[in-house]
């Protein structure tokens, strides 16, 4: 497997624009996690998805943020309107049966808000 | 709630020198015990992890191991190298419902000096 596969590595957009980030997970792997790395924040749990299903949001900043993730193959994190403070990498994981095995993360992909 | 507190950076060393990074946590129930490694420009990679009180993880010279008297899980290496340099996470599971997801420490830089 190529592993966690994120686009685009680097996105650079203007204040007010939508970005969209995409995720491909580990085929077989059941959870999918959103981080968000900043220097001032640290790493950030921003919503994870159990067989599709979002468990748990409470890391989403604001309703600027939102994620899907319509099939087993596919989730996106969407910033609509971005702003200068959504500079940060995003990541993405994933891991069978939770996080008693092994999260494997994506090589991120970062933003930067203009 | 859960959480995890790590010895804040920089860390910077010779070579050869012993490594120590604290890591503790604050857990209901029996969480298991992760160490991630963040090279520059990558996502994180897990180093070791431990699953229940007693356990050694171990990997490329590096050990810890899952205190529950003390509720640590510090990073040990005897005998740390230049290709040690990176950002060290310490993490652990935490149940939420019939899922799980991750929680990280907010991370140790670690620079080797030749």
């Known amino acids: ?114 | 709630g859960d959480s995890v507190t790590q010895m804040e950076g920089p860390v910077t060393l010779s070579e050869e020198a012993f490594l120590t990074i604290n890591c503790t946590y604050t857990a209901t129930g029996y969480p298991s015990l992760f160490w991630y490694v963040q090279y520059p420009g990558e996502g994180l990679q897990l180093l070791l992890k431990a699953t229940k009180a007693d356990d050694k993880g171990s990997n490329k010279g590096f050990e810890a191991t899952y205190r529950k008297e003390t509720t640590s899980f510090h990073l040990e290496k005897g005998s740390v190298q230049v290709s040690d340099s990176a950002v060290y996470f310490c993490a652990l599971s935490s149940m939420y419902s019939s899922a799980s997801k991750i929680i990280f420490g907010s991370g140790t830089r670690l620079s080797i000096r030749p």
């Open chain 1, 1 to 114: 497997d190529a592993g966690v596969i994120q686009s685009p590595r680097h996105e650079v957009t203007e204040m007010g624009q939508e970005v969209t980030l995409r995720c491909k997970p580990i085929s077989g792997h059941d959870y999918l996690f959103w981080y968000r790395q900043t220097m001032m924040r640290g790493l950030e749990l921003l919503i994870y998805f159990n067989n599709n299903v979002p468990i748990d949001d409470s890391g989403m900043p604001e309703d600027r943020f939102s994620a899907k993730m319509p099939n087993a193959s596919f989730s996106t994190l969407k910033i609509q309107p971005s702003e200068p403070r959504d500079s940060a990498v995003y990541f993405c994981a994933s891991s069978l049966e939770g996080s008693r095995t092994e999260a494997f993360f994506g090589q991120g992909t970062r933003l930067t808000v203009v």
